[in-house]
T-cell receptor, first 111, second 114 residues
């Protein structure tokens, strides 16, 4: 069973719009969460990490974590065509370095 | 800025051949990983090495074998490739922390098996 589930599978937003990506996990041992972004032809790159409940904002990107519900989200405001990419949610436990990745959300920002 | 390097970028081979991919990281990390990304873009962990010791070995076919000469290098050898091995192979590295360390990925090696 997939430990990290993402939704939606794909998302299309207009340039300047808000993109919202969601992620839930089924393992209450997960303590640490990330959003990774992968542009076509490249490897994934960590976009944001979030380890505490609440919001974490970095520029146009805001991550939200609710550990009680094992839900993490990523909101991208003022979306740009360069934000078009595959976004992965990832989670890990306290005790080891293995990261579990979701299946990804394909974001397309249309000019 | 790239700090995890992979060679080759792309490799085409035929069924039954042996291939080898190289990975080097300049981040000073102790842990390195190999992932397989299939045509659906799913990321699947294959191996991880911590200071040259294998610490994760997912149920991959025996024809796959990781090779490490030091903590900065982790290569992947595939003996007798199969068509289903066509994929992107991603190398990553991280510090050996208690689960909270970010993994840094290379650009990947794209393998096509004819």
């Amino acid at each position: 069973q997939q430990k990290v589930q993402q939704s939606p599978e794909s998302l299309s937003v207009p340039e300047g719009g808000m993109a919202s990506l969601n992620c839930t996990s089924s393992d209450r041992n997960f303590q640490y969460f990330w959003w990774y972004r992968q542009h076509s032809g490249e490897g994934p790159k960590a976009l944001m990490s979030i380890f505490s409940d609440g919001d974490k904002k970095e520029g146009r990107f805001t991550a939200h974590l609710n550990k009680a519900s094992l839900h993490v989200s990523l909101h991208i405001r003022d979306s740009q065509p360069s934000d078009s990419a595959l976004y992965f949610c990832a989670a890990s436990e306290h005790s080891n370095n293995r990261i579990f990745f979701g299946d990804g959300t394909q974001l397309v920002v249309k000019p | 800025e790239t700090a995890v390097f992979q060679t080759p970028n792309y490799h085409v081979t035929q069924v039954g051949n042996e291939v080898s991919f190289n990975c080097k990281q300049t981040l000073g990390h102790d842990t390195m990983y190999w992932y397989k990304q299939d045509s659906k873009k799913l990321l699947k962990i294959m191996f991880s090495y911590n200071n040259k010791q294998l610490i994760v070995n997912e149920t991959v076919p025996r024809r796959f074998s990781p090779q490490s000469s030091d903590k900065a290098h982790l290569n992947l050898r595939i003996k007798s490739v199969e068509p289903e091995d066509s994929a992107v192979y991603l190398c990553a590295s991280s510090r050996p922390g208690q689960g909270r360390d970010t993994q840094y990925f290379g650009p990947g090696t794209r393998l096509l098996v004819l």
